[in-house]
């Protein structure tokens, strides 16, 4: 999922910025990459390790529940915690997603319609997806696919960068 995400986020490029002003690989906020630690948030290494961490704290948020995972990280979890409905664009995030991961079911208006009670079923065919492993238990350790897929983008990263 970490690495769908990067590639969503900036098809690859750690020197990424948005016109929002979203940086590197994962497009952290300059608050975000603050409240991660990260100095310097084109470096892809800070930058990969702050968005897998960011995306872990909303796996235990969300209780593995991908739509939300993935809507919270786009749109901001308080904006998903309002009951407003989802703007087009994060609906076309989450589809854009889903299709990296090969997900049936992947256009906007499907994840539209289908909300984000995806239920424990849903949950455990997304850790399938990432690496077999559950979601974190309470205990707050990470899932065993966190440091594979920081690893994952870090080497992406250095491809790209050689």
């Not at 590197?24 to 470096?43: E, H, R």
């Not at 889903?98 to 997900?103: A, D, I, R, W, Y």
Request: hydrophobic residues 50%; aromatic residues 10%; proline residues 7%.
């Amino acid at each position: 999922m970490a690495l769908a995400v990067a590639r969503a986020e900036s098809s690859f490029d750690p020197n990424a910025r948005s016109r929002v002003g979203a940086m590197g690989l994962f497009q952290l906020m300059p608050k975000t990459a603050a409240a991660y630690g990260v100095s310097n948030a084109f470096d892809p290494i800070e930058n990969t390790r702050a968005g897998v961490r960011m995306l872990a704290d909303l796996d235990r948020q969300y209780r593995g529940d991908l739509p939300s995972i993935l809507a919270a990280y786009n749109w901001g979890s308080g904006n998903l915690a309002s009951g407003r409905p989802l703007p087009a664009e994060t609906s076309d995030y989450i589809a854009r997603i889903f299709s990296f991961l090969g997900v049936p079911g992947s256009s906007s208006g499907e994840v539209a319609a289908a909300g984000f009670d995806s239920g424990p079923a849903a949950a455990e065919d997304w850790y399938a997806v990432d690496a077999g492993e559950a979601p974190a238990d309470d205990a707050g350790e990470l899932p065993a696919w966190v440091p594979v897929a920081a690893l994952g983008v870090g080497l992406l990263a250095a491809v790209y960068l050689v």
